[in-house]
């Protein structure tokens, strides 16, 4: 498809844009009495306006009901969570009983890595791309050392080439064989938050699995951005925040995966609460936990259901839409944005460069020379909402469920704008 750098254009692709309408079930930020330029849905969805009336719903069912809501409220709450399960497997790609919500994401990983990070002598390394996430890199360094490991050695982190932006499929597919002796996990963060890339999921855990290493992925950036198929990978674990692309609110749940062949087996570990015992049982307070046949069996808590209430509303336009459709619309919208500041560029001459390779979900991020700071001030005076990362770079996600090519189009003018009035 060729583009074009007009409104007119923009306007014409919104307009037979078969997603166009969701935009109108998000509510929107306001900038001098518009809708902000919203790039952060990787960090913050905006709130679908159908969230409120699923938290209503249990706070009139808590007001009219008490405790009696656990099981006479329309949706009750002691099983609230396995509604979430089904919609949850389809955008991972996962069997429905491999899935559930519960806690947030690190404390996830840290449950997950009870269960599967399982050193033993001589084998308790593990394998992570170099500069992850801050929240992933404390949690393996003290899992590490909470194991009595020193992190620097039991560390072992894939590094990006000298001079490049992005790694290679080629780079972990290496490590994992030069390490696969003395590797007792793989974890990695599937698409990584800082340049926007989707790692080769499918090809990294199959060689973790010919290699007889578990491996897990921290899905945080992906889960509702780009398509997975967990199970088909044979991912043996994985976890997600539900509040980027899934649009469940501020620090809101995470959700878990968990394959298949770890079901209902009473030789893994974990760390157990009563509602990871079997539901049938759960109220006779028995001693014995009897832990439920699917994922269920690593939750501990009851339900915060005021938390999985907007998670659950939002799931609703996942399951309205799917994730083709959703990512047949991102992959438009992000090439357009990509036409979009490469034009700028070629106008401007250069000052800033998109560091996220081909393999990418919806984020673009750009590197800026020269300039820095006081244009993304600028571009926040405009109205946009962009995100800024240390050293110099921009990080930009249209959003399919929400961003519109006009968005991308009117950004490209004030980039320009604040480009030119250095
Ligand atoms: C956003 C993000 C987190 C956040 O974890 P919380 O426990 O939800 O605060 C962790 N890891 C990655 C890779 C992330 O992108």
């Known amino acids: 498809m060729t583009f074009e750098n007009t409104l007119d254009f923009a306007k014409k692709m919104d307009a037979s844009d078969p997603l166009a309408s969701y935009r109108s079930e998000f509510i929107f930020p306001q900038h001098e ?9 990787n960090s913050l969805g905006l709130q679908p306006k159908r969230s409120s009336a699923y938290v209503n719903e249990i706070m009139a069912d808590w007001a009219n009901l008490g405790v009696e809501g656990h099981f006479e409220a329309d949706k009750p709450w002691w099983d609230y969570h396995e509604r979430l399960a089904a919609p949850l497997a389809k955008i991972v790609g996962a069997r429905e009983e ?6 947030t994401l690190t404390v996830n990983l840290h449950l997950l890595m009870v269960s599967f990070y399982r050193p033993e002598k001589g084998r308790y390394k593990i394998l992570c791309e170099e500069k992850a996430f801050p929240s992933d890199q404390y949690m393996l360094k003290s899992q590490a050392r ?3 490991y020193d992190p620097e050695t039991a560390l072992v982190e894939v590094q ?14 290496d490590a994992i064989e030069e390490h696969k002796d003395e590797l007792a996990l793989v974890l990695l963060g599937g698409v990584n938050y800082y340049n ?13 699995k010919a290699c007889g290493v578990m491996i897990g992925w921290d899905l945080a950036h992906a889960a509702g951005n780009v398509e997975l198929k967990l199970h088909d990978w044979d991912v043996d674990f994985a976890a997600w925040c539900s509040y980027k692309y899934m649009n469940s609110g501020p ?3 995470s959700g878990v995966f968990i394959n298949q062949r770890y079901l209902d087996r009473k030789d893994i570990p974990r760390f157990e609460g009563w509602w990871g015992t079997k539901k049938e049982t759960r109220f006779l307070m028995k001693p014995e936990f009897e832990p439920m046949a699917n994922a269920e069996a690593w939750q501990l808590s009851n339900a915060p259901v ?8 939002s799931l609703t ?3 309205e839409v799917g994730m083709d459709a959703l990512r047949a619309k991102s992959q438009k919208l992000t090439a357009y944005l990509e036409f979009i500041l490469k034009t700028v560029e070629t106008e401007v001459q250069g000052s800033f460069e998109i560091i996220t390779p081909e393999e990418r979900g919806c984020q673009l991020s750009v590197f800026l020379h020269g300039q820095g700071r006081s244009l993304f001030d600028f571009l926040m005076s405009k109205g946009v909402l962009p995100d800024w990362r240390e050293p110099n770079v921009i990080r930009l996600a249209p959003v399919p469920f929400y961003n519109s090519f006009e968005d991308m189009y009117r950004f490209g003018q004030i980039l320009k704008e604040g480009i030119l009035k250095k």
């Open 196 to 208: 926007g890339q989707v790692l080769d999921m499918e090809a990294i855990t199959a060689k973790a």
């Open 98 to 103: 491999e899935v559930t919500v519960m806690n």
């Open 317 to 319: 336009m996942f399951e």
């Open 33 to 41: 009495g518009h809708p902000v330029i919203y790039f952060t849905g």
């Open 160 to 173: 990006k080439r000298p001079g490049e932006h992005h790694w290679h499929t080629e780079d972990f597919l």
């Open 146 to 148: 909470f194991h009595g």
């Open 306 to 313: 005021m938390a999985m209430a907007p998670y659950l509303a």
């Open 251 to 253: 620090g809101n749940l």
